[in-house]
């Protein structure tokens, strides 16, 4: 069976620092994969997307970045946080189309 | 632009009655809509589903139904019981490039 895997669950960091969010698809070869945040009070708004290896697409101008090292990886990463970037962090991936996605338990990040 | 809009932000239904989620799209292109539960601090969990070639899907106490000519969806559960209470997005999809955009969520509330 399929799982994915999204870490770390929380994590606090400082004004400027940078970031790093690695998530991991098992048990499925070339999915489609996707970065979500959900903002306090807010819906679930979509950041990246990928259809496939070093395939990003970029859904909204901003401070992160997205990479795709391997076929069942997606990294979100930023080199200078912000205090907006603060948010609910979800990964999701999915196989073919018109199927449901499927998501990871998010990461809480916090800066300060 | 908000492609896919849940104009209720929460919703109060007493126990055992019938709830109804309410979500309307604006782009015509979306071809497969999606229904989600989310819980605080958890990823969203896949309900339902539904093709634009069907008006209804119904799956145990769940039922979506589908107006393309409105474009709008809506999400009945009966009877709503109490593990119910929690977010619950609409999301839909395109054929074309495969992208799951989000509406905002509507917090729903089943009351003893």
């Known amino acids: 069976s399929q799982t994915i895997h999204q870490w770390p669950a929380t994590l606090v960091q400082p004004v400027g620092s940078p970031l790093s969010l690695e998530c991991t698809v098992e048990g499925t070869s070339n999915p489609n994969l996707y970065w979500y945040r959900q903002a306090a009070g807010r819906g679930l708004q979509l950041l990246f997307y990928s259809i496939g290896i070093d395939q990003i697409s970029s859904e909204v101008p901003q401070n992160l970045s997205a990479s795709r090292p391997q076929d069942r990886q997606f990294i979100l990463s930023s080199k200078k946080l912000l205090l907006s970037d603060s948010g609910f962090y979800l990964c999701a991936w999915k196989e073919n189309r018109n199927t449901e996605a499927f998501f990871g338990q998010g990461t809480r990040l916090t800066v300060v | 632009d908000q492609q896919v809009k849940q104009n209720s932000p929460s919703l109060s239904v007493q126990e055992g009655r019938i709830s109804i989620l309410n979500c309307d799209y604006t782009n015509s292109m979306f071809d497969y809509f999606l229904w989600y539960k989310k819980y605080p601090a958890e990823g969203p969990t896949f309900l339902i589903s539904?093709?634009?070639?069907?008006d209804k899907n119904e799956d145990g106490r769940f039922t979506v139904f589908l107006n393309k000519s409105a474009k709008h969806l809506s999400l009945h559960i009966v009877p709503s019981q109490p593990g119910d209470s929690a977010v619950y997005f609409c999301a839909a999809s395109q054929n074309r490039d495969d992208k799951i955009i989000f509406g905002k969520g509507t917090r729903l509330h089943i009351l003893p």
């Open positions: 539904i093709s634009s070639i069907k």
